[in-house]
């Protein structure tokens, strides 16, 4: 990392996104086959060939060129599964995606894998195509050329596992492409129902699914907001709650990616009403856990709603102000936007004014795009 990656975090965050993109871009151009596509391939150029010559050296020559063509359908189909990207090679979000979709090791132990049966491929072919070519006869080339198609066929169906975990990843990937346009990112969080998704779905193109019970977001969910002279990305995500990183399911472990690697803006939402399903204490602790392993971690600014103001008396919304608000340090109170926000997402009370100030935010967020102040 560069010195000026190391003490500009905006500036980090911007190669972040740049790389983002182009891991994208590059995904979308390759295709990775499953195991049965390549045998399935294999077997329709196979039909396709017909011996050219007659005689002994004509069958020879044709058993030859069926084992070429299992061989060069084999690799080359692997060598497209290769050219996904190494860890390394990936953004910070989109490794953590990985880790939190299928895991790191067995990410590239299957990489690993696919590059070794290409390997062995090639070594069956030297050897063998050596062996048919000096046959003593035609029968003798074909058991050859059965025996070999057998082995090289053989190491694509081991691959199976790890043909289709690479185009699973492959696909989870290219999805975030939505993002993938460098635009600043605010990403949401809070208890679950506190009204995530109905700001989401309010400020921006998302349709996110909104339900009367916890855990509906299914997947991550991407709105974009465009204003008159900004432009961002809202994530709406599951609840992330207070429970250990090995309790959460998968897609709360990829929420915890996204909130870990994407924000330029954390926007938490508070729910202070009658419903909430934790008690205010309880979703303090979550934004101070969120405090500490993002917000300062990664140097970004912090937006506090507090939503359901049309179902909470006024007292109770001051108190919860004032009880957020002593539980923050001093650094992260000058981290914020602005003061917290009072809205009621189902009225859209408020909702304008919240839309102007993180409009304001992002602008003060994103040097890179919106200059300097
Ligand atoms: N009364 C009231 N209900 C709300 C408000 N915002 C969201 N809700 C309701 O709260 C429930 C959970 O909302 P949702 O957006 O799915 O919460 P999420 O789990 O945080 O994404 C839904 O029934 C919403 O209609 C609000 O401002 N006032
Ligand atoms: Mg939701």
């Known amino acids: 990392m560069s010195l000026e990656q190391k003490s500009i975090p905006w500036l980090r965050r911007h190669v972040e996104a740049k790389r983002l993109v182009e891991t994208v871009t590059r995904l979308k151009r390759i295709y990775v086959y499953e195991a049965d596509e390549i045998i399935s391939v294999v077997g329709q150029r196979y039909r396709r060939l017909k011996p050219r010559r007659p005689g002994r050296a004509?069958?020879?020559?044709?058993?030859?060129?069926?084992?070429?063509?299992?061989?060069?359908?084999?690799?080359?189909?692997?060598?497209?599964?290769?050219?996904?990207?190494?860890?390394?090679?990936l953004s910070e979000f989109h490794r953590a995606l990985v880790e939190a979709y299928i895991g790191r090791e067995e990410y590239e132990n299957a990489r690993r894998?696919?590059?070794?049966?290409?390997?062995?491929?090639?070594?069956?072919?030297?050897?063998?195509?050596?062996l048919i070519a000096t046959s003593e006869t035609p029968s003798e080339a074909a058991r050859l050329r059965k025996e070999a198609s057998g082995r090289i066929l053989s190491l694509v169906?081991?691959?199976?596992?790890?043909?289709?975990?690479l185009r699973r990843v492959k696909e989870e990937l290219v999805r975030t492409h939505v993002i993938a346009e460098g635009f600043p990112i605010v990403v949401i969080a809070g208890i679950p129902s506190s009204g995530k998704s109905t700001i989401v779905s309010k400020l921006s193109t998302a349709k996110p699914e909104i339900a009367a019970y916890?855990?509906?977001?299914?997947?991550?969910?991407?709105?974009?907001v465009v204003q008159s002279d900004v432009a961002y990305y809202i994530v709406d995500t599951p609840g992330v709650l207070e429970r250990p990183h090995e309790l959460l399911n998968e897609i709360e472990r990829k929420a915890l990616a996204a909130l870990s690697t994407l924000p330029d803006i954390v926007l938490f939402v508070l729910d202070p009403s009658i419903e909430r399903v934790q008690d205010v204490n309880s979703q303090i602790r979550l934004l101070k856990s969120i405090?500490?392993?993002?917000?300062?971690?990664?140097d970004i600014k912090?937006?506090?709603?507090?939503?359901?103001?049309?179902?909470?008396p006024r007292d109770d919304i001051q108190k919860t102000i004032e009880a957020v608000m002593d539980a923050l340090e001093d650094?992260?109170?000058?981290?914020?936007?602005?003061?917290?926000?009072?809205?009621?997402?189902?009225?859209?009370?408020?909702?304008?004014?919240l839309a102007t100030l993180l409009g304001e935010c992002i602008k003060r967020a994103a040097p890179w795009l919106y200059g300097k102040e």
């Open 291 to 298: 405090e500490k392993d993002i917000i300062k971690k990664r």
């Open 157 to 165: 169906r081991r691959l199976r596992k790890d043909l289709s975990l």
């Open 302 to 312: 912090l937006m506090i709603v507090v939503n359901k103001a049309d179902i909470t």
């Open 113 to 130: 894998r696919v590059a070794r049966a290409i390997r062995l491929a090639r070594e069956f072919w030297n050897q063998y195509r050596w």
């Open 214 to 224: 916890p855990f509906t977001t299914k997947t991550i969910i991407v709105g974009k």
């Open 331 to 353: 650094d992260t109170r000058k981290r914020m936007c602005s003061e917290p926000i009072v809205v009621s997402a189902a009225t859209g009370e408020g909702l304008d004014r």
């Open 58 to 89: 004509g069958r020879i020559e044709f058993e030859l060129k069926r084992l070429e063509t299992v061989y060069n359908v084999v690799v080359s189909r692997l060598r497209s599964a290769l050219e996904m990207p190494t860890l390394s090679e």
